[in-house]
């Protein structure tokens, strides 16, 4: 017998016009996840035919505002302005119960963490096959759509901040960060073939942040204007130097009001209320027991662990060493450990 985690992934490829009209559209995401089954790349053709777009969400299952609004969005039955590829990711691990819990499956690969050559294993491969379809498009942009974990504004990501870029986010948010990590992101494979962000919509399961991904995916699929990716974008703040801040490996992480017993450390149960403040030097992150060691690292571009530089210790509290912005702040232990417990961006001036 075949282990499941061996098989290929199945990609589904539909054209909207013969398999998904409006009248079969179901009235939730969590049944539109039913329908799909299985990776799905929905073709929609424009009312120009010679341009293309791409919009990309659910790389993470826990993550549900992007698929929220391409349900609703096919449900109304419109034409984009340009024909449109829809990628919907990872259908499978947002379908296990009791939905939407889980960033990518027990004991897999992140989904959004895949996608630089060698395109190996049966991830790597679908991540292959998915740039390939791409490409052959020939698409003029691309957007990725996502949700945060913690408390968060609406906000854009990208290795490159020109004024494509800055366009792009511009139909969702009014910040961007320039992240030039390397972490195997769709973004961060596709940006040199064409202008491509990441979208952060808000927190999963808010609202609000569900509003932000279908008010700003309509703008984007209806903009008909061809020169739009090139002319000066709307005034945008521009975070820069961001620095992954992880726990470090086998360090036992709680979230609590104080120190949690047992725990070597302990991270504020509100510690998301920071996200894109300017922190000054003192503010308290969290908590480490008696004999624990240094709990984190914070890691940029050029791979040096610089967390002794923006954070120090004192009596036990662990605390802001300088004038640091936090983004990205989780209360989420799971991803906390299986993806990071927050970013570190320099303050804008």
Known sequence: ????????????????????????????????????????????????????????????GNEPSGLRAIRSWLATGRIPAVNTLLFIGAVRTARLPPGFAYRFLPGRIDLNRCWFPPHTGRVGEFAGEVLRLFNQALPESLIDLHNNTGHNPPYGVSPRIGPEERNLVAYFADRVVHSPLRLGTLVEATQADFPSVTIECGRSRDPIA??????????????????????????????????????????????????????????????????????????????????AGWPIEAVGPDGRDVSRELFTLRKEVLETRRAITPIMMTTNRRNALDDCLFYVVDPPE
Request: hydrophobic content about 40%; charged content about 25%.
């Open 1 to 60: 017998m075949v282990d499941e985690a061996d098989q290929a992934i199945p990609l589904r490829v539909l054209e909207r016009e013969l398999a998904l009209p409006k009248a079969r559209i179901p009235p939730t995401a969590e049944e539109f996840l039913e329908l799909l089954a299985v990776p799905t790349l929905i073709s929609v053709k424009g009312q120009d035919t010679s341009r293309t777009r791409i919009v990309s969400t659910l790389l993470h």
């Open 210 to 291: 569900d509003a932000t991904a279908l008010a700003g995916l309509e703008r984007y699929l209806h903009d008909h204007r061809s020169e739009h990716l090139a002319a000066d974008p709307p005034s945008m703040e521009i975070l820069t130097n961001p620095q992954r801040v992880t726990v470090r490996d086998g360090v036992d992480l709680a979230f609590g009001e104080g120190p949690v017993a047992d725990a070597e450390f302990t991270v504020a149960r509100d510690i998301d209320r920071h996200n894109f403040e300017r922190l000054e030097p003192g503010v308290p992150i969290g908590w480490l027991a008696a004999d």
